[in-house]
Structures are given as C-alpha cells and as structure tokens.
C-alpha cells in the first residue's frame, strides 16, 4: 500500500450495562485491540438495557467506565445509548456508531454468555451487515459461534477473569473488598457516592 494510502479505521465497540465496569471487561478490550489491530475501542454503557430492567443510573455507569478508560489512549466512551434513551438494543447502537463513523470497519466485542444469545438479537439480520462480531472467552461459559454465520464472527481466548458485575455488586453490598477487581478510581467511585449499599 503506498504511505499515503489510508486504509481503513478499524473500531472495536463494546456495550455493556458496565455495573460497575471491572478488570474482566478491560482485559477482554484490550486483547481484541491488540489480536485485531484496532485503532480504537469503544465502551458503549447501555441504556436501560431490556433484559437487565433494575440498574443503577446511567451517569454513574457511564461516569465509572470514562474513569476506568481514561488512562488508555486507544479507549473511549460514548454516550449513544445513554443518551437515546429506551431499552437498548445492539442494531441501534451500531446503526449510531456507524452514522459517526461512516469509513470504519466496526468490530463488536461480545463475552461467551451474551454471544450464545445473539440469534434473539433484534434485526440481527441488520446487526450482521453492521459490524463483525467477536466473541471472547469467559469463564463459566463455553465459547461456541456454531450456528452463527462463518463471515460474520470470530472468537478469541483472552485472559480468564472470572469477574462480574453482579458478583462486585454483591461484594460491596456486604462490605467485601472490590480492590484489583475494578480499576482503583472504580473502586473510590463506588465509595464516593455509596453506590452497592444495598442490592435487590
Ligand atoms: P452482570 O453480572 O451485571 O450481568 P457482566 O459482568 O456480565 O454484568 P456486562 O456489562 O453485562 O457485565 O458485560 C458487557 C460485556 O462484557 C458482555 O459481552 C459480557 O459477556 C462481557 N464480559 C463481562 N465480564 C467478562 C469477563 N470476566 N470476561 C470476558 N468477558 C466479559
């Protein structure tokens, strides 16, 4: 290719409930960027996401996920789906995304557990033509993409973390340490505004 030959960005885009973003979202980010040679990732925090109704206020989320990226200069955050508002679905935030970025390639970011779901996806017709997937290893889950089109994803094993949300939710709320789970400033955040007092 000659030098002033661009070739095309290629962004990696990670959605999540991020309640609270911890280590295992990270490492997984982190490793597609580097495995697939992405330019940039995105952490895309859902709205109300429609399968997970009860969840803590969108600006909390979104503001620990911008403190658990800042240091990072290959990670940003966007508020797409925070700020449409509604139940989030996946063909909306890419249909966003690639408004913005109308001459990237578009890599979607997807554990074991949500991968085994996307065939329930809506407009998963749509949501294939968007963005490759890539489907990343998880503890606890097997990592399969049978069934799913061949072109459209593929997987890799990242480190294994076996951190969730639910479990760090837990933690807190009874007085466990979170420490080396969530990023340092995570773990001042969820302090500062006693966020995981009490869980339901
Ligand atoms: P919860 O426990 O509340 O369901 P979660 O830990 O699964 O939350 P999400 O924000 O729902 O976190 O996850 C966003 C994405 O990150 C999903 O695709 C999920 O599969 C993936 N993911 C979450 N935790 C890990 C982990 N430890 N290793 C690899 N992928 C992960």
């Not at 206020?57 to 449409?84: C, G, K, Q, W």
């Amino acid at each position: 290719m000659p030098a002033h030959a661009q070739r095309r960005a290629r962004i990696g885009v990670m959605g999540g409930t991020f309640d609270p973003i911890h280590n295992g979202h990270l490492v997984a980010a982190s490793e597609v960027q580097q495995q697939f040679d992405l330019d940039e990732v995105i952490f895309v925090p859902t709205g109300r996401p429609w399968m997970k109704p009860e969840v803590t206020a969108s600006e909390h989320r979104y503001l620990m996920t911008v403190i658990a990226t800042a240091a990072n200069p290959r990670f940003t955050v966007s508020r797409v789906d925070i700020e449409r508002g509604g139940p989030t679905y996946t063909v909306d935030t890419l249909r966003d995304i690639r408004r913005e970025r109308p001459d990237a390639d578009l890599f979607f970011i997807t554990g074991a557990d949500a991968v085994a779901q996307i065939l329930d996806w809506k407009d998963v017709d749509e949501v294939w033509s968007l963005a490759h997937f890539i489907a990343v290893s998880r503890p606890g889950h097997a990592l399969t993409i049978s069934g799913l089109p061949e072109q459209g994803v593929s997987s890799l094993e990242v480190p294994a973390l076996a951190i969730s949300s639910t479990d760090c939710r837990s933690r807190v709320s009874r007085g466990f340490p979170v420490w080396y789970l969530v990023p340092d400033g995570v773990v001042q955040y969820i302090a500062k505004h006693h966020l995981y007092r009490s869980i339901e």
